[in-house]
């Protein structure tokens, strides 16, 4: 079964800290997502990659970067984590641009 | 930036009846998918439906599409317990080759 696997379902960060989201998908799939979800905001995208190595910004960017080394790995970090980001962060891919993604479980981030 | 925007917010039906749910858009669209997330988890992508077709079937599952109203519906036939989740629109914008905009869901529950 094909899969897109975040590294921890639940993480909890102090303000001020280097946060690392990790994503690893097994499909070969070119196109990486990353979104967070808040209670009536629904999903918003952060970044995206459409290739390794290249990268573009979401709707909401600020306070975010990522790293994509390897085509399977698509990696969100949060240079300096404070308490608004607090949220669930949703690792997707995709094979073909715009159709169907493919989702990871989540990680629930939790700063204090 | 929300596109679709699903009605209504909440539904709550028995085991074994039809559920609709609706969704509006503003914009011209490639495709609309939607998706099912169980709570605090990932989502799940249930069909696509392009812009060129006006209704789709998997399993269940009965998607239609009206580009001239900019609206569509998902039906969920004799429903099951499994099936209590929020289900989401996304659409595919023309002229936005991997960006997908999600709506903030139905939650559905299926009760016994």
């Known amino acids: 079964d094909v899969k897109v696997t975040q590294s921890s379902r639940y993480l909890v960060k102090r303000t001020g800290e280097k946060v690392f989201l990790e994503c690893v998908q097994d499909?070969?799939?070119?196109?990486m997502f990353w979104y967070r979800q808040d209670p009536g905001l629904g999903l918003r995208l952060i970044y995206f990659?459409?290739?390794?190595?290249?990268?573009e910004k979401g709707d909401i960017p600020e306070g975010y970067s990522v790293s994509r080394e390897k085509k399977e790995r698509f990696s969100l970090i949060l240079e300096s984590a404070s308490t608004n980001q607090t949220s669930m962060y949703l690792c997707?891919?995709?094979?073909?641009?715009?159709?169907?993604?493919?989702f990871g479980s989540g990680t629930r981030l939790t700063v204090v | 930036s929300q596109q679709g925007e699903e009605d209504p917010q909440a539904l709550s039906i028995q085991e074994g009846e039809n559920a609709t749910m609706n969704c509006s858009y503003k914009?011209?669209?490639?495709?609309l998918q939607w998706y099912r997330q169980n709570s605090g988890r990932g989502l799940v992508h249930l069909i696509l439906?392009?812009?060129?077709?006006r209704e789709k079937h998997s399993g269940r599952l009965r998607v239609t599409l009206d580009t001239s109203k900019k609206s569509s519906s998902l039906l969920i036939t004799a429903s099951r317990a499994a099936d209590t989740a929020s289900y989401f629109c996304?659409?595919?914008?023309?002229?936005?080759?991997?960006?997908?905009?999600f709506g903030t869901g139905t939650r559905l529950q299926v009760t016994l």
């Open positions: 990659s459409y290739d390794v190595k290249m990268k």
């Open positions: 499909m070969d799939h070119e196109n």
């Open positions: 997707a891919s995709s094979l073909v641009q715009g159709d169907g993604y493919t």
């Open positions: 914009t011209s669209i490639n495709n």
């Open positions: 996304v659409t595919r914008d023309t002229g936005t080759a991997s960006k997908l905009t």
């Open positions: 439906i392009r812009s060129n077709e």
